[in-house]
């Protein structure tokens, strides 16, 4: 496990190599970015979390709909903030720390909902609050690197970083990753969950060496299986969410529900997320 003082030498290191790649990261065409996969993969981290390991936070807002016979149906809405904490490994790999938080809400309303009628089936549904379990996560010059076991699932999965597009001053990094997770009992079906994330921000901010990480805004995209949870028995298709938001490196600078959801359901986030985070070293021997 590295410390945070081996942490910031490493970091000496990753900040010469951004300057070494910056003169090449061409605002308008982003070639700099798409030749050097190291340069593409600091800039995905500036804009995702930071180079450095301090606490940054996404957040992200949307609809989740059902997927049958092609036809979208929206269902509820998608609220989520996750918290992250990264390490430079070297100039080529990050070890990070992240807990994602969800809650889903009403349509209409926005407001936070514990059930839900199934418009295919006419079942009421529980819809639970969701937090993931604290996991080591790697992102490479390859992508996002899952673990091969996530508690008693098995799980098979591809990533990808890029591409990387320039235009006007801006730059946009797209991270893909698609997996398959196999449960224990055989005879249950595996579980898709494809995601596709794209980060955007200045492309001014991300030549400036000094600035490990900078404020970038997040296009959410995934398919899944249906979640058990969803009672679709029977019911041929999936679901699909499309969301928005943005990094940011505080608790108040969520949106004020999304603020107030961490803070009732979350407490131990709400009071030191870092602390959390770092309570506990996945990846460590």
Partial sequence: MINRRQSLGLMAGVVVAAKATSAELDAETGTGLANDRRAMLQALM???????????L?????????????????????NAVAFASFEALDDSSFLGRRIEVVYH???????????????????????????TPLQPVTVNTDGLQLPAQLGPLRIEAESELGPAISNGGRTWIRLDTRSRMFP????????????????TGSSA??????????????????????????????????SISIAAGEKVWQ??????????????????LAADALAVLTAESPGAD
Avoid: C
Wanted: hydrophobic share 40%; proline share 8%; net charge negative.
């Fill in 46 to 56: 500036k804009l995702r979390a930071s180079v450095d390991d301090r606490l940054t």
């Fill in 58 to 78: 996404e957040w992200f807002k949307g609809v989740v709909y059902g997927v049958v016979d092609a036809a979208l149906t929206p269902l509820f809405s998608l």
């Fill in 105 to 131: 809400g009403d349509l209409g309303t926005g407001e936070r909902i514990s059930e839900f009628r199934n418009p295919y089936n006419g079942k009421l549904m529980a819809v639970p609050l969701s937090r």
């Fill in 184 to 199: 224990p009992n055989a005879k249950q079906p595996a579980m898709v969950y494809n995601e596709s994330i794209t980060y």
């Fill in 205 to 238: 901010d991300l030549n400036a060496p000094e600035k490990l990480s900078v404020p970038s805004q997040i296009s959410y995209y995934n398919l899944m299986s249906w979640r058990p949870w969803m009672m679709m028995d029977g019911v041929a298709g999936h």
């Fill in 251 to 268: 608790l108040a600078e969520l949106p004020a529900d999304l603020r107030q959801f961490v803070a009732d359901e979350h407490p131990d």
